[in-house]
């Protein structure tokens, strides 16, 4: 059987997520601006939760001593937490001063025949509102549960974020990629305590714009294709506890997004009247200074229960996974 397209692509680059929208308008449109003040002095989450040596994000001091017994900054980078998840970005506040400075924001906006989302949305996007942006809480939610606090690695990323709630007719979702800091303290996101991220890109996109970016086999019909990515990919998103922390999560979510093999394999199986079994993540025997895991997908003929397994290798060591080797049959020895 010819093996579908192998190599890796960028699935879920559908839009340029950075500075598209600035670059193409003016400063003084409703698109989100860089604030050149606020890249000049970053947040003190966001030093706490990139050196990963645990203090709150009002303890942030000076640089650790080299001398005196603290981790330091290779330390640091040891205890480092990567994190690779999927989920959806909330904004929420974080005090009652700043919901009602939004209000005000809001009173002077033209919301006329606007959701109180679509008018949410309208404000914080507007380059004169980019204070609120600031001071709002960013809640990644997995699964309907608040997972993470996100703080962005470059100021001007908070683009990102605002992007990420812009109100469409289907759930989006977004895929985070960042270091995991220390847990918030209650009185940093109106009493949500759970840990910070401090990311370095988003990609939000949409199901459906991510199955139709992905190239589909000449063989396979295009609804039958679809069913079959759709699928997988409701099944990877529901995993239990998959919070993008574990190098096993790291490398399944990366694999969701970024490698089409997995899913033209998945409409073949499907065609051959076989199930998507199970989906296990193991250490790569070849594993050595760096962390490989094998990601195995297994699919179980209907009629004759005979499982036939594929097998993808994910180099997680650092925070950026990266494709090992292609998909491959898997032997159990």
Request: glycine share 6%; proline share 8%; with cysteine.
């Amino acid at each position: 059987m010819d093996q579908p397209e192998t190599k890796e692509v960028t699935l879920i680059e559908l839009k340029e997520p950075r500075a598209a929208a600035a670059a193409s308008a003016p400063a003084s449109s409703g698109t989100v601006g860089v604030d050149a003040a606020y890249r000049r002095e970053a947040s003190p989450a966001i030093s706490a939760a990139r050196s990963g040596v645990g203090a709150l994000p009002a303890q942030a001091g000076p640089p650790p001593c080299p001398t005196c017994g603290s981790p330091g900054i290779e330390g640091a980078m040891a205890m480092a937490s990567y994190v690779y998840a999927l989920g959806q970005i909330e904004a929420r506040f974080p005090l009652p001063s700043v919901e009602k400075e939004m209000a005000q924001a809001t009173g002077r906006a033209e919301t006329a025949g606007r959701t109180d989302q679509q008018a949410f949305y309208q404000v914080l996007s507007q380059r004169e509102n980019r204070y609120l942006a600031r001071q709002m809480c960013w809640v990644l939610t997995i699964q309907g549960l608040e997972t993470y606090i996100l703080q962005p690695s470059d100021p001007a990323d908070i683009d990102l974020l605002v992007g990420a709630i812009e109100p469409h007719e289907n759930p989006w979702t977004s895929t985070v990629i960042g270091v995991r800091g220390p847990v918030a303290p209650p009185d940093y996101c109106n009493g949500l305590m759970v840990p910070i991220v401090m990311f370095d890109q988003i990609y939000t996109f949409s199901r459906d714009a991510l199955i139709d970016a992905i190239p589909r086999p000449e063989q396979i019909p295009v609804d039958q294709f679809g069913a079959a990515s759709r699928e997988l990919f409701d099944r990877i998103m529901q995993m239990t506890d998959n919070a993008g922390a574990t190098d096993e999560h790291r490398a399944l979510n990366y694999l969701a997004v970024r490698y089409p093999a997995i899913y033209a394999r998945a409409a073949q199986s499907f065609a051959q009247s076989s199930s998507l079994s199970a989906v296990d993540v193991r250490p790569s025997a070849l594993s050595g200074t760096r962390k490989v895991a094998d990601v195995i997908f297994s699919y179980a003929n209907r009629t004759t229960d005979y499982t036939e397994k594929y097998f993808v290798r994910v180099d997680v060591t650092e925070e950026f996974p990266f494709l090992v080797t292609k998909l491959s049959p898997y032997f159990d020895i």
